[in-house]
């Protein structure tokens, strides 16, 4: 349901996955190294050294600027903006303001109310990325804190959103897509910790806009922006005002914490960056070519797999799933293409989730295996759900995994076959066990006869065909319960 009073603008900062930093040729591949093993004069603006900008990054830059649907600006500018931080070891950084590269443009997500909506975005501008500050403690209580700059000068573009959303899920979904756009596009890569870091403003009508700063999970934002409609409701709620300020989010604790009053653009003295030329980019868009972008692949999943909208929209909702689902599905296994869209997109999901795994673990033509025994009618889906558990804690555990029909075999999960006596059997032995079931299922309630074939599911360790094993004991039933 859409909250009418809430209004939410993002503010996303990415990291490009460029090899060198924006400004310099140090790499950027720095998160297994020590701190400060990444740096040189020009990254850390020391007097004297001059910044050479990167064109890779500004490649990456317009290509995501043209799949979100901006306008790339004929020419842009770096400027200066100034503050200090300990971890802006020359007191300015070097970013786009008044003259940014890109303007306009729109990311399209499910509302709220399960209408299609397009979020506009403002702009999207080209800026380093500041050192990283490590606390000795934690950020409220740590005696003191380290400094890195191996992130220092690492290439950012921060995709600022107007305030179009209207509760913190629909942030959520406008950032899960804008990740899945950018990863479609090969210049980010989600997976890198810091790559990506969400400035969220929340309002709710008529009253001061609260800036939460710095958000690095996706979940995060969606936590932080609940925490602060429930906290700006009850100060409104009390008579008291909700103050313009900027906050902190304690992941930990789940809430926002004022961290200072919100400064405005003229704090930041803002002057053009007289070390680079303005950025004349025009005659490079018509070379920026874009790949099958995520509402593209979800259109030709509907179409060429006969995926259902919602299994399609789950399947291209990451680059890996989607290329995880054609894997499965290819060469002689077109046929596995219904089985498999709902077994990936709903039961792999989140049995991955469970264990904190990512889809990269799963071999496709396993898995691809494990679907055929499952359409051949070998197992049910109850051992098949079984079967996929113990690939998965196998390869947890990092043992080597075996094929679906070896843990079959060994587990003994075979279908129970209807005509050899077993199933009618278990049957026979679960309602002598259950007389209050009977009794139930005489005086009317048809809920006992789930119960029961539940009862029999439990021991036969879900082997038995669901069908075969309802006619069994409504036929049981009415013999009487013998």
Same mark, same amino acid.
């Given at each position: 349901?859409?909250? @009418?009073?809430?209004?939410?603008?993002?503010?996303?900062? &990415?990291?490009?996955?460029?090899?060198?930093?924006?400004?310099?040729?140090?790499?950027?591949?720095?998160?297994?190294?020590? #701190?400060?093993?990444?740096?040189?004069?020009?990254?850390?603006?020391?007097?004297?050294?001059?910044?050479?900008?990167?064109?890779? $990054?500004?490649?990456?830059?317009?290509?995501? @600027?043209?799949?979100?649907?901006?306008?790339?600006?004929? *020419?842009?500018?770096?400027?200066?903006?100034?503050?200090?931080?300990?971890?802006?070891?020359? $007191?300015?950084?070097?970013?786009?303001?008044?003259?940014?590269?890109?303007?306009?443009?729109?990311?399209?997500?499910?509302?709220?109310?399960?209408?299609?909506?397009? =979020?506009?975005?403002?702009?999207?501008?080209?800026? +380093?990325?500041?050192?990283?500050?490590?606390?000795?403690?934690?950020?409220?209580?740590?005696?003191?804190?380290?400094?890195?700059?191996? /992130?220092?000068?690492?290439?950012?573009?921060?995709?600022?959103?107007?305030?179009?959303?209207?509760?913190?899920?629909? $942030?959520?979904?406008?950032?899960?897509?804008?990740?899945? %756009?950018?990863?479609?596009?090969?210049?980010?890569?989600?997976?890198?910790?810091?790559?990506?870091?969400?400035?969220?403003?929340?309002?709710?009508?008529?009253? +001061?806009?609260?800036?939460?700063?710095?958000?690095?999970?996706?979940?995060?934002?969606?936590?932080?922006?609940?925490?602060?409609?429930?906290?700006?409701?009850?100060?409104? /709620?009390?008579?008291?005002?909700?103050?313009?300020?900027?906050?902190?989010?304690?992941?930990?604790?789940?809430? %926002?914490?004022?961290?200072?009053?919100?400064?405005?653009?003229?704090?930041?003295?803002?002057?053009?960056?007289?070390?680079?030329?303005?950025? /004349?980019?025009?005659?490079?868009?018509?070379?920026?070519?874009?790949?099958?972008?995520?509402?593209? /692949?979800?259109?030709?999943?509907?179409?060429?797999?006969?995926?259902?909208?919602?299994?399609?929209?789950?399947?291209?909702?990451?680059?890996?799933?989607?290329?995880?689902?054609?894997?499965?599905?290819?060469?002689?296994?077109?046929?596995?293409?219904?089985?498999?869209?709902?077994?990936?997109?709903?039961?792999?999901?989140? *049995?991955?989730?469970?264990?904190?795994?990512?889809?990269? &673990?799963?071999? #496709?033509?396993?898995?691809?295996?494990?679907?055929?025994?499952?359409?051949?009618?070998? =197992?049910?889906?109850?051992?098949?759900?079984?079967?996929?558990?113990?690939?998965?804690?196998?390869?947890?555990?990092?043992?080597?995994?075996?094929?679906?029909?070896?843990?079959?075999?060994?587990?003994?999960?075979?279908?129970?076959?209807?005509?050899?006596?077993?199933?009618?059997?278990?049957?026979? *032995?679960?309602?002598?066990?259950?007389?209050?079931?009977?009794?139930?299922?005489?005086?009317?309630?048809?809920? $006992?006869?789930?119960?029961?074939?539940?009862?029999?599911?439990?021991?036969?360790?879900?082997?038995?065909?669901?069908?075969?094993?309802?006619?069994?004991?409504?036929?049981?039933?009415?013999?009487?319960?013998?």
């Amino acid at each position: 349901m859409i909250d @009418a009073d809430v209004i939410v603008g993002l503010e996303v900062h &990415c990291q490009l996955d460029t090899k060198s930093k924006l400004f310099c040729g140090c790499s950027t591949d720095y998160r297994d190294d020590g #701190p400060n093993t990444h740096v040189c004069p020009i990254c850390l603006g020391l007097p004297g050294t001059m910044p050479a900008l990167n064109k890779r $990054a500004i490649e990456y830059a317009m290509k995501v @600027a043209k799949a979100l649907n901006c306008t790339i600006v004929p *020419e842009s500018e770096f400027s200066r903006k100034n503050y200090f931080y300990p971890d802006l070891d020359k $007191a300015y950084q070097i970013t786009q303001y008044d003259k940014p590269l890109a303007q306009g443009g729109y990311v399209e997500i499910e509302g709220d109310d399960g209408k299609e909506r397009k =979020i506009q975005l403002t702009r999207i501008h080209v800026e +380093e990325d500041p050192g990283r500050l490590v606390h000795m403690g934690n950020a409220e209580r740590g005696r003191y804190s380290l400094v890195d700059y191996n /992130r220092a000068g690492i290439p950012l573009i921060e995709i600022v959103s107007e305030p179009d959303m209207r509760s913190p899920k629909e $942030a959520r979904k406008f950032l899960n897509k804008l990740r899945a %756009t950018l990863e479609y596009l090969g210049v980010f890569d989600s997976e890198k910790e810091g790559s990506l870091r969400v400035d969220a403003n929340i309002s709710l009508r008529g009253n +001061e806009r609260v800036e939460v700063k710095n958000i690095t999970s996706y979940k995060g934002v969606e936590k932080a922006l609940t925490f602060e409609v429930t906290r700006q409701k009850n100060l409104i /709620r009390r008579g008291l005002p909700v103050e313009r300020e900027t906050r902190h989010y304690l992941e930990a604790r789940g809430i %926002t914490q004022s961290a200072r009053s919100k400064e405005t653009e003229n704090d930041y003295r803002y002057f053009p960056e007289p070390d680079l030329r303005p950025l /004349r980019v025009q005659s490079w868009v018509k070379d920026i070519a874009l790949p099958e972008l995520p509402d593209a /692949r979800r259109e030709r999943f509907v179409t060429q797999y006969s995926c259902s909208l919602n299994h399609a929209r789950t399947l291209t909702g990451e680059l890996k799933m989607a290329n995880f689902f054609e894997g499965v599905v290819s060469g002689d296994r077109a046929g596995l293409c219904s089985l498999a869209a709902t077994w990936i997109a709903d039961t792999l999901a989140g *049995e991955l989730n469970y264990r904190n795994m990512g889809i990269d &673990c799963v071999d #496709p033509h396993r898995f691809g295996s494990l679907l055929a025994i499952l359409r051949a009618g070998t =197992i049910t889906d109850k051992s098949g759900v079984e079967v996929l558990r113990v690939m998965l804690d196998e390869q947890l555990k990092g043992e080597t995994v075996e094929t679906p029909e070896a843990i079959v075999a060994r587990l003994n999960l075979a279908k129970t076959a209807g005509d050899d006596g077993a199933l009618a059997a278990a049957v026979k *032995e679960v309602i002598s066990e259950n007389p209050k079931a009977i009794e139930d299922y005489k005086a009317g309630k048809n809920g $006992a006869i789930n119960f029961l074939v539940g009862q029999v599911m439990k021991k036969t360790r879900g082997r038995a065909d669901p069908g075969e094993l309802n006619r069994l004991v409504v036929a049981a039933l009415k013999d009487g319960g013998q």
